[in-house]
């Protein structure tokens, strides 16, 4: 029986790829491995949803696949001096797939039903720089004072303070505009103003859109979508070998035997992701508290074996938390490199002759429990005495969340392609906890520099704060900085057009073909 | 009869309830939390509150718990906390993909399970009876999602017979059924195998064959009949776990059913999901075990529920 296997397996494997085009005029997409939440954009806090919603809605303005933020439903904006006063001109004509006319007015309610405690969605943050956002989300207020519709098609937006970032934020799925008065279904039958028209959700298996030949930025190339969910990847990867799915997010551990295929490595390609591996410190437990002990951590981790052995080379180094395609990385910048002499040097230093014990929570998913393998390995050389806890992804978030773990190896996918979406959330002292910084990391002039960055209207001055902001915190080791995840998708010959996207809800399929 | 079939079922009030508490509890106790799940990787302390507010989590347990259980008194499982549609119509829709899934791999399983154990204990020792015992062993060694798996590179990838994966037609069937039934297959071939070895040699067998009756009907009407008892345990069992949890396989056929339902609304702390579909699966079980039973007093009139 073995040896059959042994012939029959290299023969499996030889096959698939290389064939000819598919007769069907769907193009049909493998990623999502979960049914989305909803279609409803006010609940959109997950990845297929997210995605769903950019097929289906616009925002004011939108993502493009190499991360550019672009004009969406307002075809462009003004911002006053002092950077509080943001004018957008919407684009007129515009019309839901109902028929019914786009206006500033579908604007200011949208907005409102996202903070509404009684949505219930969950994800009102990206609107509270927003003046009055806060009181309303608090029903303090009836309306959200910072924001009003002075006519059909013109939306003014007032903020608390200045935010260079502001429209970025507005891209995220969950700003997406909705028509008024959605019924209670709406999740189920949405109905926006996008590239796509929702034509077919089953639940668990396949959602279906269609071409929307009226779509203002000009109609899709192709004439329906299909998102197929399909939770395991090997499941995945044979629809993508029987030519059953067009795109397929390439599994890491498949990385390598596809790259040295002669067929498939032709089919591969590849893009650098806003994902970022860490593992974070939790500064305010025992040793942790001495940076000399933070330091040595990232001594000792070798990360680019890791990077190499665990994640078949799928991404660069961090050195920092801002990714090289943004602006405000430092390419010169140099890092901790593997040395443990050093770590331990430090740990001597820091009154830890005899080394230290530590906490490290792993999810049960994903290349976690991998990497806190290796991770821990690496630690015990310098003689950091690793416990791994690992449990499910829920039980780690909250428990990271309310301070309980030591390290904690996560992933952080970027909600925008900006330094800030970084440097903000996972670093920034009002974050502690919940809003993502689970280092429990506090550094005054670190906040200043993020506070001075947001205030900023001039871009490359920007950019030299997060800079600066970046390098201040990467001395202080808040984190294990390990990598920056590069996406590897294999695309099926006969399709045209697909650019892998920085931001998960950067593709839309408008300019992707299927041809002969 | 009915008599017991009304008794059973109000028996299984109790339990029902037993259930109710358990995982009501369980789930206020273990660790994890759903809004935490929703706000997703970012959210605010404010939100948060807001939110467990809005969703009466910060009522006290007894408050919450009469609240629910007022709710699935009337019929009602609530609404999913994560995506807001009712868990009822959730259930509702997949339900009846993992009770075809289910079925066919009991069908497949007893058809092949009951027919290679009978052949196999025709001929005990023989080359047949070899060859089964390799299939059964190799059948109840393999985990699902391997076997899963290669039907899958074999049937799919290979000679592109059948779809890898989804749901549909017949033929988007076969292959999960298969992979689902084939423990069952192997484990019914035994069982039926020594049941049937049981049998063959009463003496009513022996008197059966000295009438002159042929082969066949000795062995189908006679021996088989008599040999269905065990059969129908491990049938009842199989099916019972089957409707209640062929997670792997739906996760590896994308078949949208209910077990990955399940794991999803696990995954992400979803409460009324998780109550209401761990409610809804200990009813079929119930159910199952009853007609289970029942099917016993069918087989052997020896057997009587009064």
């Known amino acids: ?516 | 009869m009915l008599s017991f079939i009304v008794r059973r079922l109000l028996l299984s009030i109790p339990t029902l309830f037993g259930v109710l508490v358990v995982v009501f509890l369980l789930l206020r106790v273990a660790p994890g939390d759903v809004v935490q799940e929703m706000v997703g990787e970012r959210a605010d302390p404010e939100t948060i509150a807001r939110l467990r507010k809005e969703l009466r989590l910060d009522e006290p347990v007894l408050s919450q718990f009469a609240h629910y259980t007022g709710g699935v008194l009337r019929g009602d499982f609530g609404n999913s906390y994560i995506t807001q549609r009712p868990i009822m119509t959730d259930i509702r829709e997949r339900f009846p993909k993992t009770l075809l899934l289910a079925g066919s791999a009991m069908l497949l399983a007893s058809v092949l399970g009951i027919t290679l154990g009978v052949l196999s204990a025709r001929n005990p020792g023989g080359w047949f009876d070899r060859l089964g015992l390799g299939i059964a062993y190799l059948g109840i060694s393999f985990p699902v999602y391997w076997v899963g798996l290669i039907l899958i590179l074999v049937f799919a990838v290979t000679l592109r017979w059948l779809p890898p994966s989804g749901y549909g037609g017949i033929k988007y069937l076969i292959l999960p059924a298969f992979a689902l039934g084939s423990r069952s297959i192997a484990f019914l071939a035994r069982v039926t195998r020594s049941a049937m070895l049981d049998v063959l040699s009463g003496d009513f067998v022996r008197t059966a064959r000295a009438k002159g009756l042929t082969e066949r009907v000795v062995v189908v009407r006679h021996a088989l009949r008599n040999a269905l008892i065990p059969i129908i345990t491990v049938l009842g069992l199989d099916f019972g776990y089957y409707l209640t949890g062929s997670i792997l396989t739906e996760t590896i056929f994308s078949w949208p059913g209910l077990g990955r339902y399940v794991v999803n609304a696990i995954t992400r702390r979803d409460l009324p999901a998780i109550q209401g579909s761990v409610l809804f699966l200990s009813v079929v079980f119930v159910l199952v075990n009853l007609l289970t039973d029942l099917a016993y007093a069918k087989a052997d009139p020896r057997v009587a529920y009064s």
């Not at chain 1, 409803?40 to 097929?55: E, F, I, K, N």
């Not at chain 1, 002092?82 to 004509?93: A, E, K, N, Q, V």
């Not at chain 1, 298996?205 to 969910?229: C, E, V």
């Not at chain 1, 015990?380 to 806890?389: D, K, M, W």
């Open chain 1, 1 to 516: 029986m073995r040896r059959l296997f042994l012939l029959v397996i290299p023969a499996i494997l030889s096959c698939g790829g290389g064939e000819s085009a598919p007769s069907r005029k769907t193009i049909i997409d493998s990623r999502d491995t979960y049914d989305p939440r909803s279609m409803d954009p006010a609940l959109s806090t997950d990845v297929p949803t997210g995605r769903a919603v950019a097929y289906i809605f616009d925002g004011l303005t939108r993502f493009t696949p190499d991360a550019k933020v672009v004009p969406g439903l307002a075809k462009s904006w003004d911002v006053s001096a002092d950077g509080i006063t943001y004018t957008f001109h919407l684009r007129s004509g515009v019309k839901f797939h109902d028929g019914r006319p786009f206006s500033s007015k579908n604007v200011v309610a949208t907005f409102q039903r996202v903070l509404d405690p009684k949505t219930k969605g969950g994800r009102g943050w990206p609107l509270y720089p927003i003046k009055g956002a806060e009181d309303f989300a608090a029903s303090k207020a009836t309306s959200i004072s910072g924001l009003a519709a002075p006519d059909d098609s013109t939306v003014l937006i007032t903020l608390k303070e200045p935010l260079s970032i502001f429209p970025k934020e507005l891209a995220m799925p969950v700003n997406s505009i909705v028509p008024d008065n959605p019924p209670a279904d709406f999740g189920q039958k949405p109905i926006g103003t996008g590239p796509w028209k929702f034509v077919e959700w089953r639940h668990d298996d396949y959602l279906r859109f269609a071409r929307n030949p009226d779509y203002f930025d000009g109609p899709p190339k192709t004439d329906s979508l299909m998102a197929r969910i399909i939770p395991e990847m090997s499941t995945a990867t044979a629809e993508f070998e029987a030519g059953n799915v067009d795109v397929l997010s390439v599994p890491d551990e498949a990385g390598k035997s596809w790259a040295t295929d002669p067929v498939k490595s032709k089919l591969l390609t590849s893009a650098p992701a806003l994902r970022f591996w860490y593992v974070a410190i939790n500064v305010a437990r025992g040793p942790l508290a001495d940076v000399r002990v933070r330091q040595a951590l990232n001594y000792a981790t070798d990360v680019s074996t890791i990077l190499s052995a665990v994640m078949a080379g799928r991404g660069t180094v961090a050195v920092g938390v801002v990714p090289a395609i943004l602006g405000g990385a430092d390419p010169n910048r140099k890092g901790y490199a593997h040395n443990v002499a050093k770590a331990k040097e430090l740990l001597v230093a820091a009154g830890h002759p005899k080394g230290i014990d530590v906490d490290l929570w792993a999810a049960t998913t994903d290349q976690s429990p991998r990497l806190a393998q290796a991770i821990q390995a690496n630690l015990a050389e310098a003689g950091i005495r690793v416990t791994i806890v690992q449990r499910d992804a829920s039980s780690v978030r909250e428990a990271a969340r309310n301070g309980k773990s030591d390290l904690y190896v996560k992933e952080w996918w970027a909600d925008y392609p900006d330094a800030e979406n970084f440097l903000y959330p996972l670093l920034y002292s009002k974050n502690k906890g919940a809003g993502g910084n689970v280092s429990y990391y506090s550094n005054p002039k670190f906040d200043a520099l993020v506070d001075q960055a947001h205030r900023e209207q001039d871009e490359s001055k920007r950019n030299v704060l997060y800079t600066q902001a970046d390098q201040l915190a990467y001395d202080d080791a808040p984190m294990i900085y390990l990598f920056f995840y590069k996406d590897v998708y294999a695309v099926q010959p006969w399709i045209k057009g697909f650019a892998v996207p920085a931001v998960f809800n950067g593709q839309r399929w408008t300019d992707v073909t299927i041809t002969k």
